[in-house]
T-cell receptor
Framework: DVKVTQSSRYLVKRTGEKVFLECVQDMDHENMFWYRQDPGLGLRLIYFSYDVKMKEKGDIPEGYSVSREKKERFSLILESASTNQTSMYLC?????????????FGQGTRLTVV | GQSLEQPSEVTAVEGAIVQINCTYQTSGFYGLSWYQQHDGGAPTFLSYNALDGLEETGRFSSFLSRSDSYGYLLLQELQMKDSASYFCASSWRQAGTALIFGKGTTLSVSS
């Protein structure tokens, strides 16, 4: 059974804190993604990675960074959390290459910044 | 840039047929996917169209017209459990294959 696991389901952090969201997949997928989901705005791509140590900015990378040191793990970092980063964060993975493959999602981390 | 437009809400009754449209503007367009998300759940894959035409998977079908930059998801014999949000997504080729989503359509099925 394929699995994408996010380290926390709920997280509360203070403004200015450095926040790490972790995502692990067990499918040997090349591609990994971080999205944030807000009501009425759908899923917006923050960053994606197509290989170890490789990353590309998505539509809303400001205030975020990522790390992919191992193929199975993709971390999202909020350098200095702000209240406008309160959101649901979804991690996903998919096979690499030019052909399309479906993306598998984790259950999400609901982050509240106070 | 990449953008996908879909209606925000659709309502229907059990047993009916509903069509959710999606128009897109993406550079490097590679294909159109559809995902379903129930409240509190993770998005799950429904279908994918790389070529023009209709793809059928049980009660769900998806259509793509690349010349019109348009696609739709067709849900037949609606059931209450089909109440969910539906997202179209464009596969985007840039040093890997990113997936860009529309804002989602909330489908409410009533009895």
């Amino acid at each position: 059974d394929v699995k994408v696991t996010q380290s926390s389901r709920y997280l509360v952090k203070r403004t200015g804190e450095k926040v790490f969201l972790e995502c692990v997949q067990d499918m040997d997928h090349e591609n990994m993604f971080w999205y944030r989901q807000d009501p009425g705005l759908g899923l917006r791509l923050i960053y994606f990675s197509y290989d170890v140590k490789m990353k590309e900015k998505g539509d809303i990378p400001e205030g975020y960074s990522v790390s992919r040191e191992k193929k199975e793990r993709f971390s999202l970092i909020l350098e200095s959390a702000s209240t406008n980063q309160t959101s649901m964060y979804l991690c996903a993975s998919s096979l690499g290459g030019q052909r399309h493959t479906e993306a598998f999602f984790g259950q999400g981390t609901r982050l509240t910044v106070v | 840039g990449q953008s996908l437009e879909q209606p925000s809400e659709v309502t229907a009754v059990e047993g009916a047929i509903v069509q959710i449209n999606c128009t897109y503007q993406t550079s490097g367009f590679y294909g159109l996917s559809w995902y379903q998300q129930h409240d509190g759940g993770a998005p799950t894959f429904l279908s994918y169209n790389a070529l023009d035409g209709l793809e059928e998977t049980g009660r769900f079908s998806s259509f793509l017209s690349r010349s019109d930059s348009y696609g739709y998801l067709l849900l037949q014999e609606l059931q209450m459990k089909d109440s969910a949000s539906y997202f179209c997504a464009s596969s985007w080729r840039q040093a890997g294959t990113a997936l860009i989503f529309g804002k989602g359509t909330t489908l409410s099925v009533s009895s």
